[in-house]
C-alpha cells in the first residue's frame, strides 16, 4: 500500500494529537516498565478494560517485579487471576516471564526476534511492548486496530481468517508515526475502543474521518467483514456442594491440561442416564443424607457452554475421597482459585446458609 507523505503526516498528527488529549486514565499507562506494560496486555484480551483494572492493579502489587511472578508458586498466580478467565492466559505469562528472568537477567527483550520467541507473546502483544514500553515503530494489530483500518482504508478481507492479520500489519508499518509509535499505536487501540465501536461508530466525533473511505462512502457499519464463528457446543452438567458431618466440603482438581487446568470445582457430573447422586455416592465414597436444590445457570466459553444445576448436599463419609479430591473447611476454601461459575454456586451456597440462620 501506498500512501501519499501529506495524508500519512495528516493521519498521524489528527490520530496522535487526539488520543494524547483524548485517552483514558488508565493504571498501565502511567508506567512504561516493559513488564508491567505486558501483563496489561495479557490481562487486556479478550476481557473488557473496566473489568482489568483492579485485576492489573492487585497481581502488580502481589507481583511487582518478573522475579516476584516467575518465583510465585501456580496456585497463587491462578488465584490472583481468578474470575479473569482464559486461564492459559496467566500460566503462559508466568513461563514467558521465567524466561526473561532466566535468559535475560529479568529485562524483557526490545526487539521482535527476542520478544516474539517467549512463551504466549503473540506479534500483537510483541508490538505492543515494543511500541508502548520502548517507544519502538513496530506494528501491534488487534480487532480495534483491524476494525478501524479496514474502515479508513477499506479493506474488505476477511477478518477472521488469520492471514487478513499481515495486511493489517504492512498497513500499520506504512501509517506509523515514527516520531510517537507508542502513541499511534494506542492511539488507533483507543479509537476502535470508544470511538469506532462495531455498532453505531460515532463517526462524527472522529478524528481521522476526513481520512476514511467508508465514512465517505457512507458505510462504515459494513466493515469489517468477518465470518460467523462454528455453533458453540452445549454441555449439561450437575455441581454438588457437597459438605460431611465434620462441616468440611469436598472439592477437586481439575486436570493440569486443557479448560481452567489446575482450578478447584466442586464435584461435577455430566448429565447421563445415570442419577448423579448415585455416581456420586460410589465416586466420592459418602452417603446422602439430605439434598438442596442451590441454582441453574449458564456458562458461557468461546467455544462451548456449560448448562449447570447446582444443589446442596448434607453427607456422611464411608472412606476417602478419589486421588484428585479434598476435604476443606469454609476458611480453607478462601485461598483455593476458583473458576467463575464455582464462584457463583459458592456464593449460591452461603446466600443459603444465612438465610437458614436468620430463619
Known amino acids: ?54 485485576y492489573y492493579n492487585r497481581f502488580i502489587e502481589e507481583f511487582p517485579t518478573p522475579e516476584d511472578l516467575a518465583q510465585a508458586p501456580e496456585e497463587k498466580l491462578l488465584k490472583q487471576w481468578e474470575g479473569l478467565g482464559y486461564y492459559s492466559r496467566a500460566r503462559n505469562l508466568q513461563a514467558g516471564v521465567r524466561e526473561v528472568v532466566e535468559k535475560y537477567s529479568s529485562t524483557v527483550p526490545d526487539n521482535r526476534p527476542e520478544i516474539i520467541k517467549l512463551k504466549g507473546v503473540g506479534p500483537y502483544t510483541a508490538g505492543a511492548i515494543l511500541s508502548i514500553a520502548y517507544n519502538k515503530a513496530e506494528h501491534a494489530v488487534d480487532g480495534n486496530v483491524m476494525r478501524v483500518l479496514s474502515r479508513v482504508l477499506l479493506i ?25 509509535p507508542s502513541e499511534f499505536n494506542q492511539g488507533l487501540m483507543e479509537l476502535g475502543a470508544l470511538i469506532c465501536t462495531p455498532t453505531s461508530p460515532k463517526c462524527l466525533l472522529c478524528p481521522v474521518r476526513e481520512f476514511c ?23 449439561f452438567y450437575d455441581v454438588f456442594v457437597v459438605q460431611n458431618e465434620k462441616k468440611k466440603f469436598l472439592l477437586e482438581k481439575r486436570p ?24 456420586l455416592a460410589d465416586s ?76
Do not use: C
Not at 490520530?15 to 505486558?38: A, C, G, M, S
Not at 447421563?272 to 455416581?279: D, H, I, K, L, W
Open 1 to 54: 500500500m501506498n500512501f501519499h507523505y501529506q495524508y500519512k503526516k495528516q493521519f498521524q498528527q489528527a490520530l496522535v494529537q487526539w488520543f494524547i488529549r483524548e485517552k483514558r486514565d488508565l493504571p498501565w499507562r502511567h508506567t512504561h516498565d516493559p513488564y508491567k506494560i505486558w501483563v496489561s496486555e495479557v490481562m487486556l484480551q479478550q476481557t473488557r478494560v473496566d473489568t482489568v483494572i483492579p
Open 213 to 235: 473511505t467508508a465514512f465517505q462512502e457512507g458505510r462504515p457499519e459494513e466493515l469489517p467483514i468477518k465470518t460467523k464463528k462454528t455453533k458453540m457446543k452445549d454441555l
Open 256 to 279: 493440569g491440561k486443557g479448560l481452567l487446568a489446575n482450578m478447584w470445582q466442586f464435584p461435577m457430573v455430566e448429565k447421563s442416564t445415570t442419577p448423579s447422586e448415585g455416581f
Open 156 to 180: 474488505k478481507e476477511d477478518i477472521a481468517l488469520p492471514k487478513t492479520k499481515k495486511i493489517f500489519e504492512q498497513a500499520v508499518m506504512e501509517l506509523i508515526d515514527p516520531a510517537y
Open 284 to 359: 466420592y465414597n459418602v452417603d446422602l443424607v439430605s439434598r438442596e436444590r442451590l441454582l441453574s445457570f449458564k456458562h458461557i466459553f468461546s467455544h462451548l457452554t456449560w448448562n449447570m444445576e447446582s444443589y446442596y448436599l448434607k453427607v456422611e463419609q464411608n472412606g476417602k475421597p478419589t486421588e484428585s479430591s479434598v476435604w476443606f473447611t469454609e476458611e480453607e476454601i478462601k485461598a483455593l482459585p476458583l473458576p467463575v461459575p464455582m464462584q457463583k454456586i459458592w456464593a449460591a451456597w452461603k446466600e443459603t446458609e444465612a438465610k437458614h440462620k436468620h430463619a
